[in-house]
């Protein structure tokens, strides 16, 4: 099984509908991110947690809910769904960088590809 | 704002040659340097992290060098092979197990 899971991996959605991307992780992680990739413009980051009580918006945050559910899940929410946020969705996690043996190294899940009509 | 470029943005080699990719950053002040693959509609895999205090990681046929008083990294893919055709993502890592600044990669066809 994969160490990062998204959920769905695959949806096509209208506007102003409301879509939840879920991630879970089996690393242990403390740290987990949300990023989205359009074509041309590499990743961006949406939402970054350090843990179950820290969150924080990111560079694209507008548009963008999350939901820190336990350590293992971090879940990101459209509430009405527009066009320009069709994109290729990533979640990721690391460990805090700086202690013995960590060097904040992120891992990727397969990411959701998210279509909005 | 530390502003990552990576040039050029396509690239075609015939089998068996070297590939070197660039990856520039503007701002030195970086805490590690992390190099990706992606295929075609699928998630990032971690080629190699070089730390800020190291000028160099090699895995296998990969090298990645860092000089941050530059703002450089290149990673080296010798004698590639069709396998090797994919997109290639750096990224800078701004603090420890912070936030990644990506640039927007390079696309790479390795042609038998």
């Known amino acids: 099984d994969a160490d990062v899971t998204q959920t769905p991996r695959n949806r096509i959605t209208k506007t102003g509908k409301r879509i939840m991307l879920e991630c879970s992780q089996t690393k242990g992680h403390d740290r987990m991110y949300w990023y989205r990739q359009d074509p041309g413009l590499g990743l961006r980051l949406i939402y970054y947690?350090?843990?179950?009580?820290?969150?924080n918006k990111g560079e694209i945050s507008d548009g963008y809910s999350v939901s820190r559910q336990a350590q293992a899940k971090f879940s990101l929410s459209l509430e009405s769904a527009i066009p320009n946020q069709t994109a290729l969705y990533f979640c990721a996690t690391s460990a805090p960088g700086g202690l013995a043996g960590n060097t904040g190294e992120l891992f990727f899940g397969e990411g959701s590809r998210l279509t909005v009509l | 704002k530390q502003e990552v470029t990576q040039i050029p943005a396509a690239l075609s080699v015939p089998e068996g040659e070297n590939l070197v990719l660039n990856c520039s950053f503007t701002?030195?002040?970086?805490?590690?340097l992390q190099w990706f693959r992606q295929d075609p509609g699928k998630g990032l895999t971690s080629l190699l992290l070089i730390q800020s205090s190291q000028r160099e990681q090699t895995s296998g046929r990969l090298n990645a060098s860092l000089d941050k008083s530059s703002g450089r990294s290149t990673l080296y893919i010798a004698a590639s092979q069709p396998g090797d055709s994919a997109t290639y993502l750096c990224?800078?890592?701004?603090?420890?197990?912070?936030?990644?600044?990506f640039g927007a990669g390079t696309q790479v066809v390795v042609t038998p």
């Open positions: 701002d030195s002040a970086i805490y590690n």
């Open positions: 947690s350090f843990d179950v009580k820290d969150i």
């Open positions: 990224a800078v890592i701004l603090y420890p197990g912070g936030k990644l600044q």
